[in-house]
């Protein structure tokens, strides 16, 4: 049946695989390009005398030829990291409450609410942080904008992520397991803890990585709260740069090898984000597996 | 009639314009001047005058279109030059380096040092305030005023105001010792009315502005000169610097045209309403 349904449509299926793929070509070479416009970019900088000063130097004053961006990318770290060690257990702790103990009105409110969030702009976030929370903790020690309030506002912005992805990959377990459990007389925290989380681990895992990445891009939140002094992050109150804010403050205004300096940044910060995704695809994939 | 507040040089949007134009075979649009069209680029200082100015052009002249974009004056050198804009907006005077183009002075505009409004400091001298930009000083009661710590707040790299700031105070950046770092001057604003303990500086005309609509910050004089648009315009006022339009030696007619009516009565009213001072 299949072969001849195969047979008779062949002609068009040809023809939409070749326009299909035509397509998909063109958005593959676009990030080609992206990639390849960056490297370009920033080779008069790597062919340059500077190089070196990427790695070496400590500070950043492009204005006197000095391109240290290893603080930058110190701050980068920090402030994804922290961010996603405060979201995950939230995020984790809101999917079994929305794949285990809520029904009804409850769940789909409470799933709104998270969609809601997930669709806040970030410069929305960012005006909030820097009117509310960096008062607040300039209360604690001024100038209140810092890594922590960075760290508080971005840890908002991926809470959904982790959320959500953690709830798809709860719900993707199969429902056999669920019940093979409670016939066995398991109670439902047992079977969240030791049947659910890990048959649902790759996928979680999947999504915590997603959720980093898209701290590490995130820009005008770090921008608005992190204080974009150049220095590393050695305390939490202490202001920091990231990596995205420096390309968003200075790009506009940037010449020769400054400018090169900042394509080299950013695609730093691409093959950094690109990794991540493909480590996550890799676990999403693992999970299929488990299944 | 349109303005974007974009991070992306007009070369980047032309490149990504150009591409997908050519991949679904269309023409690549001229979006260049050709006539009836203007580009402007630069300076943020600059951009709310241009485009009012831009807007009362266009009334009076149907057809004509200005744009106007943002991106500072490092970017009005380099569209002016390259040709991507007519006419590049310039915050400052031009330097040695940029001889081959031509400043048309439209307004003035001067930097003004501000505090929170509750500081009770009301004056400081060119030594304290070089001493709190370098850390030597970091609490209000080394200069006389109350027990508390000391923000300071810088301008990012490539911005004139930084640039006439430190040239002002004989400074280099790397000597600063900022707390916090800024973009532009509604940034520092917002920094400076949310911190008691903070100093910065802005352009006069968007402090003198926001005082009026009530933002709780205010402005220190410079020496004995009040921070005031009115000293700026007398020419009293020591840390100010010219608004400039800059062209190649030979802009379009439109071009020419809209510089004429930049440098006229016609707009000294806009001029005023945007707080700085008509030259």
Sequence with gaps: MAYLINQSINRLDRGAFFALGLISLICCSLLGMVIWFLFHESLPVLRGSHAGSFIFDDSWFPLEQRFGVMPMVWASLAIALGATFIATPFGIASAIFLAFYSRGPIKSTFRLLMNILAGVPSVVLGLWGLTELVPIVASIQPPGTSLLTAVLVLSLMILPTVTLTSTAALSAVPPQFLEGAQALGFNQKSVILHIALPAAKAGIISGVLLAIARALGETMVVLMVAGNVVQNPSGLLEPVRALTANIALEMAYAMEDHRASLFFSGLLLTLVVWALAMLSTRFRSLDGRTQ | ?279
Excluded at chain 2, 73 to 92: F, P, T, Y
Excluded at chain 2, 102 to 108: D, G, M, R
């Design chain 2, 1 to 279: 009639m349109k303005i974007s507040y974009t991070y992306f040089p007009l070369w980047i949007r032309h490149l990504i314009v150009t591409s997908f134009s050519l991949l679904i075979g269309l023409q690549t649009p001229n979006t260049l001047a050709d006539g009836s069209r203007l580009t402007i680029t630069g300076s943020s200082t600059v951009a709310p005058l241009a485009l009012e100015m831009a807007k009362r052009y266009e009334r009076q002249h149907p057809g004509v279109r200005i744009d106007v974009q943002t991106g500072g004056s490092s970017r009005g050198i380099n569209d002016a030059r390259s040709g991507l804009a007519d006419i590049g907006m310039v915050s400052r005077a031009l330097k040695d380096n940029e001889s081959d183009l031509t400043a048309h002075l439209i307004a003035l505009d001067g930097i003004s040092i501000i505090l929170h409004r509750s500081n009770p400091i009301a004056k400081l001298t060119g030594q304290e305030i070089v001493d709190i930009y370098t850390g030597k000083v970091r609490n209000w009661q080394e200069v006389g005023g109350p027990n508390l710590a000391i923000t300071v707040v810088n301008k990012a790299e490539g911005r004139s105001t930084l640039e006439l700031f430190l040239h002002h105070f004989e400074l280099t950046n790397s000597q600063i010792k900022p707390n916090v770092i800024i973009g532009d001057n509604q940034q520092g604003i917002k920094t400076i009315s949310a911190n008691p303990g903070a100093i910065g500086y802005v352009s006069i005309g968007t402090a003198e502005f926001e005082v009026t609509f009530g933002t709780p910050i205010k402005l220190l004089p410079m020496g004995d000169v009040e921070s005031s648009v009115a000293n700026v315009a007398q020419g009293y006022y020591p840390l100010s610097r010219p608004l400039n339009f800059v062209t190649t030696t030979n802009p379009s007619e439109l071009g020419q045209d809209f510089l004429r009516f930049a440098q006229s009565l016609h707009v000294k009213d806009l001029v005023e309403e945007q707080f700085f001072v008509a030259p």
